[in-house]
Every structure is written in C-alpha cells, then in structure tokens.
T-cell receptor
C-alpha cells in the first residue's frame, strides 16, 4: 500500500525559529509536492520535487530518493507562515496520495 | 496566466439532491484532477482527466462522476448527496501528466 507519513503532526514555534517538517513514503515515486493551506483557505503548491533540493525565499525543500524521505524547512519563521503543510506524493501510474498534514503555529 | 478557477465557491444542498461543480484549468493545461478534503479523511484523490479521458479514479462510490470538455474545463457531479459528502472539493490542473499541479481555491459543499 502506498502510504505517506508526516511529522510532527503539530508544531508551535516562536517567530524567527528554524522549522523542519518531515515526510516519508513507502514505495518509489514520480514526484513529491509540498502544499500549504491557511485556515479556511485554499491550497497552494510550494514545491514539486523529484530529486535534490529547491529553495524559494525562506523555504527550502529537500528529497532523498534512496531513503524515501523529504523535508520542508522554513528559515526565520514568521506568524504568516502559520498554516497546515501537506506532503503529496505521486506514485508511478497513480495519482497523488497525501500525508495527514502538519499544523504549524508561529507565535510573535 | 489566470490561475485555476472553481465555481461556485460555496454551496449548500440537502440530502438526496445532486450537485455539479466546475473547474477551469490554467490555459494550456490538459489535465484536471479532483480531490476531496474532509476533516476526518484529509485529502483524497477522486479522479483525473486528461484530454477528455478519465485516466485515474480514486476509491469513491459511483455517485461521484466527472467529465472533461474539449477546452479542458472539467465538471464533477455528485448524485444523491449524503451528509458525509460535506467537504472542500479541490481541482488541480497541469500541463502534462507528471508535471507540477496547480490547485484551485476549492468549492466548499455543505450538505444539510
């Protein structure tokens, strides 16, 4: 069965802290997305990864294909980063399977 | 380019009714996928259409159906609504299969 796990489930941080959210999956994949959803809001795709590392502003995403693991890092966190972060994995020949999400609260 | 649009944004229906949701992909995108998000089950894949053909289907009952038109716009239909169908329905489009998906804002359906 294709499963996607995320950790932690919930995370509270102080403004300015470095944050890491992890995603692990069970079998080989074609691509992995990190998604962001603000309370009551829609979903925004932050990154799509199939290998290596990507950076947008204060956000960095990495993926290790051999270890079946990806991380989302937020540097210098800000209250506006408070949201649910979801890992979505595309398995070969199938559509996306989503992780349960990590709820992040950044306190001022 | 305009982003993915979904209409309506909010909808209230009663049990037993049917509903049709619409998704307009980004111009040039040929794939449209539909997802359901509920507090209990999280995000789950419904189906994907590519060039008017259903390519993949998730594990949902036959009450959930969809179609895609020649201009790549897609509709999703749910018949005989149940309380458990209350959810945020998201669509996402991509240019080709295995490209990055871009999500629409969603349609929030409430079934009373």
């Amino acid at each position: 069965k294709n499963e996607v796990e995320q950790s932690p489930q919930n995370l509270t941080a102080q403004e300015g802290e470095f944050i890491t959210i992890n995603c692990s999956y069970s079998v080989g994949i074609s691509a992995l997305h990190w998604l962001q959803q603000h309370p009551g809001g829609g979903i925004v795709s932050l990154f799509m990864l199939s290998s290596g590392k990507k950076k947008h502003g204060r956000l960095i995403a990495t993926i290790n294909i051999q270890e079946k693991h990806s991380s989302l890092h937020i540097t210098a966190s800000h209250p506006r980063d408070s949201a649910v972060y979801i890992c979505a994995v595309g398995f070969y020949g199938q559509n996306f399977v989503f992780g349960p999400g990590t709820r992040l609260s950044v306190l001022p | 380019k305009a982003g993915v649009t979904q209409t309506p944004r909010y909808l209230i229906k009663t049990r037993g009714q049917q509903v049709t949701l619409s998704c307009s992909p980004i111009s040039g995108h040929r794939s449209v996928s539909w997802y359901q998000q509920t507090p209990g089950q999280g995000l789950q894949f419904l189906f994907e259409y590519f060039s008017e053909t259903q390519r993949n289907k998730g594990n949902f009952p036959g009450r959930f159906s969809g179609r895609q038109f020649s201009n790549s716009r897609s509709e999703m239909n749910v018949s005989t609504l149940e309380l458990g169908d209350s959810a945020l329905y998201l669509c996402a489009s991509r240019e080709q299969l295995y490209n990055e998906q871009f999500f629409g804002p969603g349609t929030r359906l409430t079934v009373l």
